[in-house]
């Protein structure tokens, strides 16, 4: 089947680090993508790993594992702002499977 | 900044209505989607056009609905007869190259059946 895996919920400070998890099955796989959503509002596109390793753009960094079908997003010196839903998803052979998302709660 | 227009913000309908959302992706972009949200639950993969032609399409995408870009600037998503669950959020996107690298989302239609 096709799955994407990841917590629902996690909080985190202000001025902190947070990790947000995700694990994939995709019938193939052709990269995976991480996306931002505020309330109420469009995804606003983050990342999108193809290759193994880690790839950073200035606070946040993504992580790809494709033999361990396993994601993460690395958020860096957290802000009030950051607090949102994290989408993870995977593009298979034919199509983009979303996760539930995470949704993130940053604390002063 | 250019960015992806969506008109209209919210559209209410019958059942068993059609429906066209329209969409106009940021000019020099040659990938297009589609997407809904139904409220509260996880977005969803409708289609993608590349080229003038469909490139992938969801098991949701079946024959009740239908993409077109009738001329150089729009990209509608036709919905023959609607259903209650159709109501959802549709977000449009667009991007530059293809491999559905970096997209670019609407601000979405909100579609209410009644």
């Known amino acids: 089947g096709q799955n994407i895996d990841q917590p629902t919920e996690m909080t985190a400070t202000e001025g902190a680090i947070v990790q947000i998890n995700c694990t994939y099955q995709?019938?193939?796989?052709?990269?995976l993508f991480w996306y931002q959503q505020h309330a109420g509002e469009a995804p606003t596109f983050l990342s999108y790993n193809v290759l193994d390793g880690l790839e950073e753009k200035g606070r946040f960094s993504s992580f790809l594992s494709r033999s361990k079908g396993y994601s993460y997003l690395l958020l860096k010196e957290l802000q009030m702002k950051d607090s949102a839903s994290y989408l993870c998803a995977g593009r298979g052979a034919s199509k983009i499977i979303f996760g539930s998302g995470t949704r993130l709660s940053i604390r002063p | 900044e250019p960015e992806v227009t969506q008109t209209p913000s919210h559209q209410v309908t019958q059942m068993g209505q059609e429906v066209i959302l329209r969409c106009v992706p940021i000019?020099?972009?040659?990938?297009f989607y589609w997407y809904r949200q139904i409220l509260g639950q996880k977005v969803e993969f409708l289609v993608s056009?590349?080229?003038?032609?469909?490139?992938?399409k969801s098991e949701i995408f079946d024959d009740q609905f239908s993409v077109e870009r009738p001329d150089g600037s729009n990209f509608t998503l036709k919905i023959r007869s609607t259903k209650l669950e159709d109501s959802a959020m549709y977000f449009c996107?667009?991007?530059?190259?293809?491999?559905?690298?970096?997209?670019?989302f609407g601000p979405g239609t909100r579609l209410t059946v009644l």
């Open positions: 995709t019938s193939g796989f052709n990269g």
């Open positions: 000019s020099n972009h040659l990938y």
């Open positions: 056009f590349y080229n003038n032609e469909i490139s992938e």
């Open positions: 996107a667009s991007g530059l190259a293809g491999g559905y690298n970096e997209q670019f």
